[in-house]
């Protein structure tokens, strides 16, 4: 399944899409998880709490971040290969930071959990038929299909 055609899908979304190097939906979760762990490697325990301003969410956070809209990303995605017809809600990433206890956490199980939770994303994006990709639903009043959450995920 090709990149999604970002004109059919909210602005918000549309930088994720862009972002994405490849056509491939798995080559583009595989690839993108890769560096993305290789970057998270690179951080030591003890700049996990830097945040680059006041306020703002720390490292740990954003990585609990990440994992947090994958897991609902992925939710929306196996709920809609389902043809499940129900409106999914939203949810606010800014109300569930708080609330993850991601600086109650070391640095490197956050890490090991994100590979885990990738390599999870990537089977289950790899079970999907054409078909199951090309399926619809709607979250928060927007529809999408199946492979654009997928090219969300791996944008995110």
């Given at each position: ?10 602005p918000?979304?549309?930088w ?21 762990t ?82 999870s ?36």
């Amino acid at each position: 399944m090709p990149k999604p055609n970002t004109n059919l899908i909210p602005p918000f979304y549309q930088w994720y899409i862009n972002a994405v190097r490849f056509e491939d939906l798995i080559l583009a979760l595989i690839t993108g998880g890769n560096a993305t762990t290789g970057l998270f490697r690179t951080i030591p325990e003890a700049l996990a709490d830097y945040c680059y301003v006041e306020g703002k969410w720390s490292i740990r956070q954003v990585i609990n971040h990440m994992m947090d809209a994958e897991r609902v990303f992925c939710y929306r995605a196996l709920a809609f290969s389902r043809n499940d017809l129900t409106e999914l809600p939203g949810f606010d990433e800014n109300h569930w930071a708080p609330q993850a206890n991601a600086s109650g956490r070391k640095l490197s199980k956050l890490i090991d959990e994100y590979i885990n939770l990738r390599a999870s994303m990537v089977d289950l994006f790899s079970s999907f038929t054409e078909e199951m990709l090309d399926r619809e639903g709607a979250t928060s009043g927007v529809k999408m299909n199946v492979a654009t959450l997928g090219f969300l995920i791996a944008g995110h």
